[in-house]
Structures are given as structure tokens and as C-alpha cells.
């Protein structure tokens, strides 16, 4: 017999060295397959690796607050001392656990987030989870969720945002959840401690707008796919580093302006990415569009501009009043597509092809995310009649699919290139 | 330039002239389109067209024929151009009683007292009111020396119905240490009535605007005359649809509670019957250009991003302690 000791690898180490590979697969590619890189995206790359591949715990000797969807409001959350970190997963290691809990033909979104919660495998586990009653699956993966063991609560959302006593119920329900974490964090809610954590909140959205200041200009600067990231890394990142870094990553790409800098090639098409949200390290699409000289200028999903497009406004600075404006910002300007109408959903888009001068749309919805898949006939209407180019296509979080979406998005951007030379 | 700290001022600066400015012999004439009060008989700066409009029509119809029905029009004109100037930013910005109401908006929200609201229903429901008054202000006075459709003339006692219940005429000559206004009249039955009511609207006046902003401004006729004479006004609030995402700060931070001003994306002039023109919501708007005051077709104060963000004191991160 040798001496050589067998290690028989645990299901926790199994899915750790999965998730691993999937998370340095990508961020080698943004690393280095892009031309001209910038320097402060280190940070962030440097960030996703020590959570996803080295297992670093982030927010050791806080209480974290798990959320399920953007429609829980981190104002509060840092208002009484927790770490909000929002549990949606993009990983296929997780999607594939997930599957065996799940029925088949469920969105991946929501199997990688119940199969991060079957595993119990986190680097900041969650204390309490609140789940707002968004989508179907997200609605009643809650349930599932809580058989694990964990202790989730539910916030009530409505699917209409136009009506008065959807805007008084959403209000009722926020005022409710306020009440469980405050109840859950033995702390009371003051005036003082909310007013600096909407501050907070406004000014790191406030650095966002500023990105997305760039991303208008003719010379673009960064790739939609290092925005993505950047945003991603709001999910879970200490707010203040997040902060720093981005303001960091803001010089440098001042500096890059004036250089006249860019990351696009001549005639890349400007794209603008709506649908399902892409999720580190699931950036399929986007990874094909800008690999196929496509350029993400913005893009209208929940990991990116709808978290940070819409700020607080409050009229009275008592709690009262920030209350009610956290309420309403969370719910009348979301465009997500639970709601019974798009009409503001497809009017966004159509904004955001003027503003950021785009030459197409991409529209990507997961394979089971029914609202998304829904919606896709009357967006890709509006957009005809709009004369905007537009492209639906459906995928998951499997690493298999690539070939044919690719032939897809490439056939597409050189249309766009066509359309370009044929208008000049 | 932050808006609320000009309008603050600029608030009190037309508080002077209008409640103060007679000591002075500033004489705005009778036609001001707002509360500027005729009781205040030394200190105003100028008189209330309601008022004077009154005053006209209680003569026989016959008067009007002549000279006196030139004369009639020549004011309607005069409040019309006065009006025109500033179009409902009288009230947003002059009026001694709407700035008497932001006050009193004001103390609540020191006391930390939260506002109240009307329902949606309720809320459209009493948007007529401020016509029914309009038009009872304007008949009572025709019927006191004309029979109309042969009912009995009205006394002498009703020549100005409006000033009898308004709650300017005892607040406003009361800031001049003039308290003359704050009585009821036992003489006839008719001014004990009026009286009595202008001692109650008086009083629901101070009671309703410190627990809900603008409380008189829903029930106001003077905002029913001008509104009807709104379009050509020189100052307008626009509204660009297109950027509009719906989010509501707007209309969140709108006194008179006004829904259109959030949900229609399809108008550009966005000067309701109830708007104010206190510009509240261009101020409260995140969005590149999609609010704006304009003035002769000159943009004079639009929304922006970076405006919102310095407003919310959201452009640097500074913790505050109290």
C-alpha cells in the first residue's frame, strides 16, 4: 500500500471548485481578451474572484439581509445596521443543483438561487431573507427556500403600479418589513440614521449615472460587460469600497475620454441589453454580442440600470415622508415585467435608443422566465414601429448553447453595420 | 440656483410689498390677480380683482350698456394682462394667503406632523367646488340690483359675498395689527350669516392648512377665473413625455396633489386647474428635460440630473448627525 492519502471530494468542494472555474473562466476572458483595459477594473475582478473563487467572506460580524429581488429597500436596511445582499445567482454549478428541486422547465435564475440556498454553501450567509412577491417562481420559491431552514419573510408587492391602493398597499407593505427587520435587529428606526443611508444609496447611484455619462458619448470608453460587473458587484460589495472603486474607475475613464480611448472597435454597432438580468458570471450574451465587435452602450434589466436609475426623492426629511418616497421608488418607476402593462418598460428602451444614439436592441429572456418571454411580442412590436432594430433570443445557464447564439448575434450586428453604411 | 430658498424668499419679498407696500405708497392698482386685501385698507400694496369684480356687477344691467360696460371690460383686460405675466405663478409665488399656508406647511413639518391626503376620489370630487363658488360670486352681486328669471333682488348686504367668507379679509389686515376684521355682524340677518361663515372658513383656513399643504388653494375661485384665461399665459410649465419614466417625485412633491402631472405623457402644458405654478415639481424631477418652467418660450428652469442630486444633497457622501 502507499502512503498516499485518497481524498474523496465533498459535495461542498465539489460545487466550490465548479463555481470557481465558472468565475475565473470569465474574468480571465475580461482580463484579457479585450483591447485596451482599464486599470481600476482590477478592483472588481480582484473582488469576484476572492468571493467566488477563494470563498473570502465579505461582511464577517454583520448581520447580512438577504434580498430577493431589487424591491427591497437597502435604505432601511443600512438604516438599522444590516449588509443587504442580494441573493440572485447566475451560476450553472448552483442551476444545475437547483434543477432536482425545481420543476424542469423553470427559469435558471431562480434554480441557481434555490440550489445556493439547498447547498447552504455561502461565503456571507444570509440571517434573515425577505422575499418580495414579484415573478410566480420567485413568489413561491420563498416557501422552498424557508423548508431549508432558513428564515424568510415575505413582502407583499403589487402586479399593478397605476392604481391608488396599489401605491397605498406597496407603502403598507414597506412600513411592514421596516417593522420585521427593526423587530429582527432590536433596533428602532430614527430619522438621523435613515436620511445618511438614502444619502448613501443616492450618491452611489449618482456614480452611476456618471458611468453611464460615457457610455452616451461617440468615443466609448468601457465595455458593457466591465459595467456589468461594476454593477453586479453593488449586490454584495461593502457600500463604501464599491464607492471608492467607482469613483477610482470615474478618473480614470475621464482621463480615457480625453485620450480619446476606446474599447469599441470602428463601427461597432451600439447595442442597448434588456431582458432577463445577466448575473455573474452568467454574461453569455453580452459576452457574444461584445466579442462580435457589438457594443453595450446601456441596457434596461434589473442587475444594472433599473437598480440604479431611480432615486430617492423626498419632499419632507422626516421619516414620514422617506418612507413613502422609498416606497414609491421602488414601485412606480420599475419597469420590470410582473406588471399587468409595459407600456413604460417599452417607452424606456425607446429612450434609452435616443439618448445613448444605439443603433439595435438585444433582447434576451431565459428559458422559463415566462413574464420576459411574454412581453417579447409587444416589445418587439413597439420597436417595429419605432423602426429599431431588435433581436429576441431565449437561452439559459448552460455553457452548451454558444455556437448557435453566437451565429445569431454576429449575423445581426453586421445587419446593424449594413444599416449604418447604407443610412451615411 | 435652489429653488425652494428662491421661491422662500421671493415669497416673503411679495408678502411685503402686497400686505406692507400701501405704508409706502406702492399702489398696484385693482386688478391684481391674487388676495392682495381691500380691507387692508392702509398697508396693501394693490387690490384683489375678486373683489373689484364683485363691486361691478352688482349695478342694473342698463349701467352696462354705456360708458360703465367699457370700463368693465377694461378691467377684465387689465387683471387678464396682469394675470398673463406670471399665469398661476401668482399663487405659487405672491399670494399673501398661499404664502401664509406654506408657512403654516412649514411649522407642521419642524413639529414633524405628517400631512394628510385626500383620496383619489375625493380628490376629483372637489374639484368643482372652487366653480360653484366662482359662480355664485359672480351672481349673488348681479341679482342685488337685477331680477333674474323673477326671483326677489338680494339686499345690499351681499354686495361682495366672497370677501364676506374670505379668509383673507381677517388674516391679511391682521398682519398690519389690524384685528377690525374678526367680528360678527348682528345688524341684519344676512351679514350675521356671512359673518359667522367667515369666522368658521377662517378658522378651518388656519386648522386645514397646517395638516394639509394648500388646503384653501383646492376651493379657491380666484384659481377658477384665472385657469379659464391660462392658455395664452407668457409662463408656462412643459412637460416632454418621452422622458418621463412615471416615478411619481413630481407629483409626490406637488401641494395640490396633482396625478397629471406624473401620468400625462401625452400633453406638454402641464398647467392644470389646480396647478400652482410654484414649480415644486420641476425641482423634484431626476430626468434630463423633462419638466421645465418657460417664459415667452425661453427655458427659465428645467429639471436635471445632476440639479435633482444636488438638491437631494445626494453630489457628496457626508454623514449629518443631530
Request: net charge neutral; aromatic share 12%.
Amino acid at each position: 500500500m502507499s502512503n498516499i492519502n485518497y481524498n474523496i471530494e465533498s459535495p461542498k468542494e465539489k460545487q466550490n471548485r465548479h463555481k470557481a472555474m465558472e468565475a475565473i473562466k470569465l474574468l480571465n476572458t475580461l482580463r484579457e481578451d479585450f483591447k485596451t483595459p482599464i486599470k481600476s477594473m482590477e478592483y472588481f475582478y480582484d473582488l469576484f474572484e476572492r468571493v467566488h473563487c477563494k470563498h473570502e467572506s465579505l461582511h464577517d460580524g454583520k448581520t447580512k439581509i438577504g434580498t430577493m429581488c431589487i424591491q427591497i429597500p437597502s435604505e432601511i436596511i443600512y438604516a438599522l445596521d444590516g449588509v443587504p445582499v442580494r441573493l440572485c445567482n447566475g451560476f450553472y454549478t448552483d442551476d444545475e443543483i437547483g434543477s432536482d428541486l425545481m420543476p424542469q422547465k423553470a427559469c435558471p435564475l431562480i434554480k441557481a438561487t434555490v440550489g445556493h440556498f439547498a447547498s447552504g454553501n455561502f461565503t456571507d450567509k444570509p440571517d434573515i431573507v425577505f422575499s418580495p412577491t414579484t415573478c410566480d417562481q420567485k413568489t413561491k420559491a420563498g416557501t422552498t427556500i424557508e423548508s431549508f431552514g432558513y428564515k424568510l419573510i415575505d413582502v407583499d408587492f403589487p402586479r399593478t403600479k397605476e392604481s391608488e391602493a396599489s401605491r397605498e398597499y406597496w407603502r403598507r407593505s414597506v412600513k411592514q418589513f421596516a417593522v420585521e427587520l427593526s423587530k429582527f435587529q432590536g433596533k428602532k428606526l430614527n430619522r438621523t440614521d435613515l436620511r445618511n443611508a438614502i444619502k448613501k444609496i443616492g450618491y452611489a447611484q449618482s456614480l452611476y449615472h456618471k458611468l453611464s455619462e460615457f457610455r452616451k458619448k461617440e468615443i466609448i470608453p468601457i465595455l458593457g460587460l466591465d459595467v456589468f460587473l461594476v454593477t453586479n458587484a453593488f449586490f454584495f460589495d461593502k457600500i463604501d469600497n464599491w464607492i471608492e472603486a467607482t469613483e477610482k474607475l470615474i478618473s480614470e475613464l475621464e482621463i480615457r475620454a480625453k485620450e480619446k480611448i476606446t474599447v469599441a472597435g470602428k463601427a461597432s454597432p451600439r447595442i442597448i441589453y434588456t431582458g432577463s438580468p445577466p448575473i455573474f458570471p452568467n454574461y453569455k450574451i453580452p459576452q457574444i454580442i461584445e466579442e462580435s465587435d457589438g457594443i453595450i452602450v446601456a441596457d434596461e434589466t434589473c442587475s444594472s440600470n433599473r437598480m440604479f436609475n431611480d432615486m430617492v426623492a423626498v419632499d419632507e426629511w422626516n421619516i414620514y415622508d422617506m418612507m413613502d418616497s422609498i416606497s414609491d421608488k421602488y414601485l412606480k418607476a420599475c419597469t420590470c415585467p410582473i406588471f399587468t402593462k409595459n407600456e413604460d418598460r417599452i417607452r424606456r428602451v425607446v429612450q434609452l435608443v435616443k439618448e445613448y444614439k444605439a443603433d439595435g436592441v438585444i433582447y434576451q429572456a431565459f428559458a422559463g422566465c415566462t413574464v420576459y418571454e411574454m412581453e417579447q411580442r409587444s416589445v418587439l412590436e413597439a420597436m417595429e414601429k419605432e423602426g429599431i432594430p431588435i433581436l429576441y433570443l431565449e437561452s439559459d445557464y448552460s455553457p452548451s448553447q454558444g455556437g448557435q447564439l453566437s451565429t445569431r448575434v454576429e449575423a445581426f450586428i453586421e445587419s446593424l453595420k449594413t444599416r449604418r453604411r447604407k443610412k451615411k | 440656483m435652489n429653488l425652494i430658498r428662491f421661491r422662500f424668499w421671493f415669497q416673503i419679498v411679495a408678502f411685503v410689498l402686497i400686505v406692507y407696500g400701501g405704508y409706502a405708497s406702492l399702489d398696484l392698482g385693482d386688478k391684481l390677480p391674487t388676495f392682495a386685501c381691500v380691507f387692508n385698507s392702509e398697508g396693501t400694496g394693490g387690490k384683489c380683482y375678486i373683489g373689484m369684480l364683485q363691486h361691478d356687477l352688482k349695478n342694473p344691467f342698463e349701467i352696462f350698456t354705456g360708458f360703465a360696460g367699457y370700463a368693465f371690460l377694461i378691467s377684465l383686460i387689465m387683471f387678464m394682462v396682469w394675470f398673463w405675466v406670471l399665469n398661476k405663478s401668482w399663487c405659487g409665488f405672491v399670494c399673501p394667503l398661499g404664502t401664509m399656508q406654506d408657512w403654516l406647511t412649514a411649522l407642521r413639518e419642524k413639529l414633524k406632523i405628517r400631512f394628510s391626503e385626500y383620496s383619489w376620489a375625493s380628490r376629483s370630487n372637489i374639484k368643482s367646488i372652487k366653480y360653484i363658488l366662482l359662480i355664485l360670486l359672480l351672481i349673488i352681486p348681479v341679482m342685488i340690483s337685477n331680477s333674474i328669471f323673477g326671483l326677489p333682488k338680494l339686499p345690499n348686504g351681499l354686495s361682495m359675498p366672497f370677501c364676506d367668507i374670505c379668509p383673507g379679509r381677517m388674516l391679511i389686515p391682521a398682519f398690519t395689527g389690524n384685528f377690525n376684521q374678526f367680528y360678527i355682524d348682528f345688524s341684519s340677518k344676512t351679514d350675521l350669516v356671512m359673518t359667522t361663515l367667515g369666522m368658521i372658513i377662517v378658522g378651518l383656513f388656519l386648522v386645514g392648512s397646517f395638516i394639509k399643504k394648500r388646503f384653501f388653494c383646492y376651493f379657491c375661485p380666484m384659481a377658477a377665473l384665472q385657469y379659464i384665461f391660462s392658455k395664452p399665459a407668457l409662463l408656462k410649465l412643459y412637460k416632454d413625455g418621452t422622458k418621463c419614466t412615471k416615478c411619481g417625485d413630481c407629483y409626490r412633491a406637488c401641494d395640490m396633489d396633482i396625478l397629471e402631472i406624473a401620468d400625462d405623457i401625452t400633453n406638454k402644458n402641464l398647467v392644470t386647474e389646480d396647478c400652482i405654478l410654484c414649480l415644486k415639481c420641476v425641482a423634484a424631477c431626476p430626468e434630463d428635460g423633462c419638466l421645465e418652467a418657460n417664459f415667452t418660450g425661453i427655458t427659465i428652469f428645467e429639471s436635471t440630473k445632476e440639479g435633482f442630486i444636488l438638491r437631494m444633497a445626494m453630489n457628496k457622501q457626508k454623514e449629518s448627525h443631530e
